[in-house]
C-alpha cells in the first residue's frame, strides 16, 4: 500500500469510527460508511472487504493508539515506583478518554461483539494479554519489594 492509499484508509477509518460510534456494531452498514465518506462503494469494498474487516482494522487502530501511549508508561516503569507506575497508566487512560469520550462506547462495544465472534475474540484477547503481562509485571515488582500485599499479581492485574 503506498502512502496516499495509507492515508485514504486512514480517512475511512476515521469516518467509520464516528459511524461505529454513533450507531454501535449491528446498527452500522457499509452503506453508511459510504455515505459518510462521500466515496464510492468500490473505493470502501478495496479497502475492507466487509463490515467485520471494517471494525476489526477500527479496533486494530483504536488500541494501537491507546498502546503507544501506554508503552511510554510500560518502557518508564522501571525507573518509578510500582505506585507511581500504576498511577501513571490510569492518568494516560483518563487523558486519552478526557481527548476522545467516545472511544469508551466503540471498545465496549467491540468487546461485546467480540463474545459473538471467535475472531473477534481472538484479536481482542492478543490485546488484552499483552496490557495484562505488561501490568502484571508491574504488580509483581510491587510485591517483591514490599511495596504492595503480596497477591497473584497476574490474577490482580486480571482486574
Known amino acids: 500500500m503506498n502512502e496516499k492509499q495509507a492515508e485514504r484508509r486512514k480517512e475511512i477509518l476515521a469516518v467509520a469510527l464516528q459511524a461505529f460510534r454513533e450507531r454501535g456494531y449491528d446498527k452500522t452498514s457499509m452503506d453508511d460508511v459510504v455515505e459518510a465518506t462521500g466515496l464510492s462503494k468500490g473505493t470502501i469494498y478495496w479497502y475492507f472487504k466487509n463490515k467485520q474487516e471494517l471494525f476489526f482494522a ?34 494516560t487512560c483518563d487523558a486519552m ?11 465496549l462495544d467491540f ?19 499483552r496490557y495484562i503481562e505488561e501490568l502484571a509485571s508491574i504488580i509483581q515488582r510491587g510485591v517483591d519489594t514490599d511495596e504492595f500485599y503480596q497477591v497473584d499479581a497476574h490474577a490482580v492485574s486480571v482486574v
Open 58 to 91: 477500527l479496533m486494530e487502530y483504536v488500541i494501537n493508539q491507546f498502546f503507544e501511549d501506554f508503552e511510554t508508561v510500560f518502557s518508564t516503569a522501571l525507573e518509578m515506583t510500582p505506585t507511581a507506575a500504576i498511577v501513571a497508566l490510569f492518568e
Open 97 to 107: 478518554l478526557d481527548t476522545n469520550p467516545k472511544i469508551a462506547n466503540f471498545t
Open 111 to 129: 468487546m461485546l461483539q467480540a463474545l459473538h465472534y471467535p475472531e473477534m475474540r481472538q484479536q481482542y484477547a492478543g490485546y488484552y494479554a
